[in-house]
């Protein structure tokens, strides 16, 4: 098994990885899809990402990506 280099959120898509977002405030979390992740926040890097993130639940811009592998 090849290590896989994800870097942005096109790499999500094109592995079919998932990103888990976490509220270091609140721990509010939630889990996206690639896709979802690309049509919500477009194609940019993680810390762009982080960085731009608002909780839905708290409203704080706190947040943490986790990436997850893909389901076989």
Do not use: Q
Request: with cysteine.
């Amino acid at each position: 098994m090849s290590a896989k280099h994800i870097r942005n959120t096109a790499d999500l898509v094109r592995f079919r990885a998932s990103l888990r977002i976490d509220c270091r405030d609140c721990a509010a979390a939630r889990t996206m899809s690639g896709p979802e992740v690309v049509t919500v926040c477009g194609v940019a890097d993680f810390d762009t990402m982080e960085a731009r993130l608002r909780c839905t639940r708290c409203g704080a811009r706190s947040a943490r990506v986790t990436v997850l592998p893909p389901l076989t």
